[in-house]
């Protein structure tokens, strides 16, 4: 099991596969729904936390999509309503647009994925493909970049 992670490169092309659908059926809708909250306890506690609602009502809303979200990419029911007629991994892109989200935030996000997955019991294959998924796909919620302007131009 490789936890990989590359840097994001702003306007790079991300080529991206949604993970092995037996990734569903390993663990079921309980199992999903039991990975995805321990993820956002993990979130919740993370320098990311305040991207998200700190209202604990509005903060289950999220994860509760979430869990749906992440039950239909891996494979199972078509259960997350959200996306109403779009593609779901693109618009997860569009959701992602409103936050300024840099490469920083995203490592954070990962880092919360890779103890959860660490945490869960699944056939190590059906885990890559799923870790592969979002440390790819997540470039992608990446719109913010640090101005690489040198400290003497400033001046
Ligand atoms: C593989 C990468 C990612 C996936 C699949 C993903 C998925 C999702 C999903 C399903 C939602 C809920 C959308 C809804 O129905 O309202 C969401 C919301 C959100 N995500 Fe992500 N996400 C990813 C990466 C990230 C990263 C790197 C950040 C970094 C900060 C982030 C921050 C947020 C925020 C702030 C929200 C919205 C919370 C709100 O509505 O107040 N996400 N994401």
């Known amino acids: 099991m490789k936890f990989n992670i590359t840097q994001t490169q702003k306007g790079e092309d991300v080529p991206f596969t ?13 199992g999903m729904k039991e990975m995805m909250y321990r993820f956002y306890d993990c979130i919740y506690e993370s320098d ?4 998200f609602p700190q209202d ?24 997350y309503k959200e ?4 593609e779901l991994n693109e618009f997860m892109i569009r959701i992602h647009d ?5 490469d920083k935030s995203r490592l954070e996000w990962l880092g919360c994925m890779r103890e959860t997955l660490e945490a869960t019991d699944v056939d ?12 790819a796909f997540s470039k992608l919620t990446v719109n913010s970049f640090a101005a690489k302007r040198k400290f003497e131009d400033m001046h």
């Open 18 to 30: 949604n993970p092995a659908k037996g990734f569903y059926e390993a663990l079921g809708f309980d």
């Open 48 to 51: 990311i936390a305040n991207f």
């Open 56 to 79: 604990e009502d509005e903060f289950n809303i999220i994860k509760e999509k979430n869990t749906l979200f992440f039950i239909e990419i891996c494979g199972g029911p078509k259960v």
């Open 83 to 86: 996306a109403d007629g779009m």
């Open 98 to 102: 409103d936050f300024s989200i840099y």
């Open 124 to 135: 190590e294959e059906l885990k890559q493909s799923f870790w592969d998924y979002v440390e």
